[in-house]
């Protein structure tokens, strides 16, 4: 596809972090060390969340580019939202769905953690190990260590200051959780306005080609989420839990790497600006169905260990 680069200035890229920080810093508001502790409890359904996670979904995306005609670009950046944690609206569409939110929520809180050097790690690995995206990856220069520190700085430490603001003023946290969750969904937005906004002509020329991408790597995502909670019989809240939250990458992450490093790669940017937005319709659309569908009791669960 043909390239049309993408400019924006040291200001833009500053804003366009911080708010992400600020809606990382939200999204943990909420999370306490138990939610943490919990794994070392009752680990197995978490675990199998975060394998399906960060080694099932990249490695079968990775896979998926290779046997595929896809456009280096696009395939780069589908293997960067492989790559990328759960999103920041898994939990609530956990609970909309009668998932088990415990499961969620813990998946979220250690694989937003996990992600900044899983996130880096996984997504060069994989670039340069698929011979359709080691060239480009190697056309583009990229400071592994900035990426790295990008990363931490936008997920991790907004993560461990929102967690000791949520423990040290439980009542604030509780009254500024909710709008900062809106202000998470507005920022999400706003990426893909912006994204699509200077991409227009890009987005309408080439959206017979990654329209079925995200589409189709969305499915993956949630289908790699579930089969792999329902092969190690985990129970059906569990299930739910786990294939929502990997189903439900955080593109704004994936947004923010693009605007930082790739600003060049019109194909990644429109791959990931179309998933943030598809990804919310299909995790609502699933989630409003298992909300009518009800749970079996506890004592035909099959027990998690």
């Given at each position: 596809m043909n390239a049309v680069e993408i400019q924006f200035d040291p200001a833009s890229l500053v804003l366009i972090n911080l708010l992400l920080a600020v809606m990382m810093f939200g999204v943990s508001l909420e999370l306490r060390v138990a939610h943490f502790s919990a794994i070392l409890r009752a680990p197995k359904a978490p675990v199998v969340g975060l394998i399906a996670q960060f080694l099932l979904l990249p490695a079968l995306t990775c896979a998926l580019i290779w046997l595929l005609p896809i456009a280096p670009e696009l395939g780069l950046g589908m293997l960067l939202l492989a790559a990328c944690p759960g999103g920041t609206f898994s939990n609530i569409m956990t609970w909309l769905a009668r998932g088990d939110v415990a499961v969620s929520v813990s998946m979220?809180?250690?694989?937003?953690?996990?992600?900044?050097?899983?996130?880096?790690?996984?997504?060069?690995?994989?670039?340069?190990?698929?011979?359709k995206t080691q060239a480009l990856l190697s056309s583009?220069?990229?400071?592994?260590?900035?990426?790295?520190?990008?990363?931490?700085?936008?997920?991790?430490?907004?993560?461990v200051a929102g967690m000791w603001v949520g423990r040290r003023f439980p009542q604030l946290s509780k009254r500024i959780e909710q709008p900062l969750r809106w202000v998470a969904l507005a920022v999400m937005l706003g990426f893909v306005a912006i994204a699509f906004g200077r991409n227009w002509s890009a987005f309408v020329e080439h959206f017979h080609l990654f329209f079925y991408l995200v589409v189709g790597h969305n499915a993956l995502a949630l289908l790699v989420g579930f089969a792999a909670a329902r092969l190690t019989s985990l129970n059906p809240a569990q299930q739910r839990a786990i294939t929502l939250e990997v189903g439900i990458q955080n593109a704004a992450l994936g947004l923010a790497i693009i605007f930082t490093f790739f600003p060049q790669a019109t194909g990644m940017l429109l791959i990931a600006a179309f998933w943030g937005t598809w990804h919310l319709v299909s995790g609502l659309l699933l989630a409003l169905y298992w909300s009518r569908q009800p749970l079996p009791v506890l004592s035909e669960a099959k027990p998690c260990a």
């Open positions: 979220t809180a250690v694989s937003s953690l996990a992600a900044s050097v899983l996130t880096p790690l996984n997504f060069a690995f994989y670039a340069w190990l698929n011979p583009i220069h990229i400071a592994p260590l900035e990426l790295l520190l990008m990363v931490l700085l936008v997920l991790g430490v907004p993560l």
